[in-house]
């Protein structure tokens, strides 16, 4: 495990040491129970308040399903999430997609750089906003950016940047022209504090 990943998994244990929280799936559980169990991190109706941990609240099934069949598998990277997912079937996994789809994605605003999020604003519009809509605030088979939690979009960025995690192929183009036409892997700083300050 690499330092940034072991400072990672340390604002993670420290979250569910706090709520004392337990994994065990149960069958046969409703929606709203197996849900319960993604509270202590993800928040009570999947809006999160811990930086290292995404808001999953409104997220599409489609998205949804796809990041959990991933971490089971390990085809994407994670601190916590592939042991967790490990725990439920696909019929599990679809029925907290639509659990959570249904619920709203609260954004209380986060404290960002203004200057930066205006230069980001400005970026994103030329090297994201084609796949991550209004704002990043569509989320249809890609994640939501907007007012998703600053220091959860720098590790999922670095991911990407570090081949730990497979983006889609025009995904990757427009990373590796941001990269090479705006200064290297900085450019996408100014970026991330635009989305995670969209109210
Ligand atoms: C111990 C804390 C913890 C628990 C419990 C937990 N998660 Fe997570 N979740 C995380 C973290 C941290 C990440 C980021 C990936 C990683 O590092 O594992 C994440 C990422 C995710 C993502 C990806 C979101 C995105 O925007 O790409 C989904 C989906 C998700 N979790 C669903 C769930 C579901 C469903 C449950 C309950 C069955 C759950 N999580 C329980 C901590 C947790
Ligand atoms: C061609 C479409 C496309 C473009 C352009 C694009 N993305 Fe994405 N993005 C995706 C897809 C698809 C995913 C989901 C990848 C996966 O997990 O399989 C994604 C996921 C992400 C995630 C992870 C979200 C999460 O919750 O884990 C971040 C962060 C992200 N993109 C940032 C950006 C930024 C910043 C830009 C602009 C520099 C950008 N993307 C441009 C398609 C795109």
Redesign the pocket.
């Known amino acids: 495990m690499t330092k940034s990943s072991f400072h990672r998994l340390l604002r993670i244990v420290a979250i569910v040491g706090a709520t004392g929280l337990t994994t065990s799936a149960f069958a046969q559980a409703s929606p709203e129970m197996l849900a319960n169990t993604c509270a202590g991190c993800h928040g009570p109706d999947g809006s999160s308040t811990g930086p290292a941990t995404?808001t999953i609240a409104s997220?599409s099934v489609d998205?949804f399903v796809?990041?959990m069949k991933?971490y089971k598998s390990g085809k994407?990277p994670s601190t916590v999430m592939g042991r967790i997912a490990k725990g439920y079937s696909d019929d599990d996994i679809a029925a907290m997609a639509k659990h959570f789809q249904t619920k709203p994605f609260q954004r209380p605003g986060q404290k960002v750089d203004a200057d930066k999020a205006k230069a980001g604003k400005a970026?994103?519009k030329?090297?994201?906003?084609?796949?991550?809509e209004d704002e990043?605030k569509v989320?249809e088979?890609?994640?939501?950016?907007a007012g998703?939690m600053l220091p959860?979009?720098?590790y999922?960025?670095d991911?990407?940047l570090d081949g730990k995690?497979?983006?889609?192929?025009?995904?990757?183009?427009?990373?590796d022209a941001?990269v090479k036409e705006q200064g290297g892997r900085g450019?996408?700083e100014p970026?991330?504090h635009y989305?995670a300050g969209v109210k």
């Not at 995690?165 to 990373?175: A, I, S």
Request: positive net charge; aromatic residues 14%; glycine residues 8%.
């Open positions: 995404p997220l998205y796809l990041s991933d994407r970026l994103a030329k090297y994201c906003e084609s796949c991550h990043g989320g088979g890609v994640g939501v950016l998703q959860y979009l720098l999922s960025i991911d990407f995690r497979e983006p889609e192929k025009r995904q990757k183009v427009k990373f941001l450019a996408f970026i991330v989305y």
